[in-house]
Nanobody
């Protein structure tokens, strides 16, 4: 059984940093992309970042501020979030892709496993 568990969310002031973690069991991140999505109240779940091997993708709004990474020895993915803004406030989800193509990793329908989400709140 595949399980993804996020942690690291919380309340931070604008300009601050948080690091989210996504621990996987029953599934390796080394074959298919791992992604981070977020969902703010009343909005659709949106793509934030994805990683496959050394290749990464980011939504434009977080480029230069967020960094996605994976520690394959721990089967854990991370999202380092710096220079946080109030508009980054959302529930953040990690996900494991169903296939190998990073080019499709922005599409939430490409993912077969999801974590339960962790709340990130950025105050102004």
């Amino acid at each position: 059984q595949v399980q993804l568990v996020e942690s690291g969310g919380g309340l931070v002031q604008a300009g601050g940093s948080l690091r989210l973690s996504c621990a996987a069991s029953g599934r390796s991140f080394s074959n298919n992309p791992m992604g981070w999505f977020r969902q703010a109240p009343g909005k659709e779940r949106e793509f934030v970042a994805a990683i496959s091997g050394m290749a990464t993708r980011y939504v434009n709004s977080v480029k230069g501020r967020f960094t996605i990474s994976i520690d394959n020895s721990k089967n854990t993915g991370y999202l380092q979030m710096n220079s946080l803004k109030p508009e980054d406030t959302a529930v953040y989800y990690c996900a494991a892709a169903a296939g190998p193509l990073l080019a499709l990793a922005h599409n939430k329908g490409y993912y077969s496993y999801w974590g339960q989400g962790t709340q990130v709140t950025v105050s102004s």
